[in-house]
Each structure stands twice: as structure tokens, then as C-alpha cells.
């Protein structure tokens, strides 16, 4: 995080305090982690992220996995660009990384293209490509990103629309999985989320 420019990080439930030979280990960035964030639950961590990013080695083997369909690093820093929303990247366990759960709350996965023979890489080792993608990124001016709050009443509209359509319930649910990947994805701006939520609004009501 030091070598990239970053300096806001949040521990989540650690297994152990931090101790004076992680202050050791921490070198340079000692003062990243002396000022890290302890808190015990992944939605305390990310409560005020308008964008999550989960990170994992594991992508979808079937298109029907919506929640591991994912982006490589590169294109992250590249649709990120210079936007001031709060973006949380969440790295898993060294040892298991990100369970299901954890994955569903997530806007979209990020990977590391790696050998098939071997692709999964330590915690150390991902943060730092997926860093440097982000700080090496030429930063060029992009439409602001919708909030969080911005976000959740497109997704709000989008569910009426659903219901509406009578849909059976499981295809109701992957219906709203996609559109939330598509909008993650496409790292939608104020202006387009506003200009959906008119419009969705305008058909729930033509179709009550």
C-alpha cells in the first residue's frame, strides 16, 4: 500500500492483535498500520464503499455463476480512472480467501490471470499487482460515479420492474444479480443511474 500510494486500511476480524513483529515486518509503512482500521465484521469494514471489489483466483466455470464472473486487474484501474467515490478492494484469507458469502456482497470480482497449473497467488503478491494497476494507470477525467446510496435506488427500481414481470422467483433472482453486475461492472455515473431510475419509475407506473 505504501509503495502505491494508499493509506486507508481495514482489518477485518484478525486472528491475532497486531503485534510489535508486525511493526517490525511493516518497515516503511509502519504508519499504514498503525493506523488500520480493526473491525469484527466484513460490513463494518465496507459500509461506506460506493464500489466493492472482491478479489479472488476463483472465477465462474459456468456462465450461470453470476457472482464469480469477473475482470482483471488492469481493467479495474483502467474503468476506475480518476473518480473520488470510495472504492473498498477486499483481499480473503491467505488461506481460503473470500467464502461465498463474502463474495455475494461484492459489487464484482477482480483475478489475476496466473498458469492453470498453479493460479492461486498469496495475499502479499495480489495486493501488490492489483495496486500497481491502479497507481501506474494514466488518470484520465471520466464521468463521476454513482454513490452507493445512488446505486441501491437504481437496483430499488429495477426490483419493482421485476416483480412486476411476474418472473418465477429463482429467475427473479438471477435477473437482479445480473443487472447488479452489470451496473458494477460498467462503473455506472451519477448521471446515467439518474437517468435509469426515471425511466423505470415511468414504466413501474405504466404497468400497475
Sequence with gaps: MKNFGLDDLWIVNPKIAISGEARAYAMGGRDILESAK???TFKEALNDADVVVGTSSVTASSRSNLSRISITA???AER???SKRIIGIVFGR???GLNNQEVEKCDFMVTVPASREYNVLNVAT???IVFYELFQREVTPKPELATKAAKERLMLRFDRLVKLSGAPEHRSRLARRAFRNVIS???ISTREASLLVGVFRKASSKLL
Excluded: N, T
Design 94 to 96: 491467505e488461506s481460503s
Design 126 to 128: 495480489a495486493a501488490s
Design 74 to 76: 488492469s481493467q479495474l
Design 185 to 187: 461492472r460498467s462503473f
Design 80 to 82: 476506475i480512472g480518476g
Design 38 to 40: 480493526v473491525v469484527g
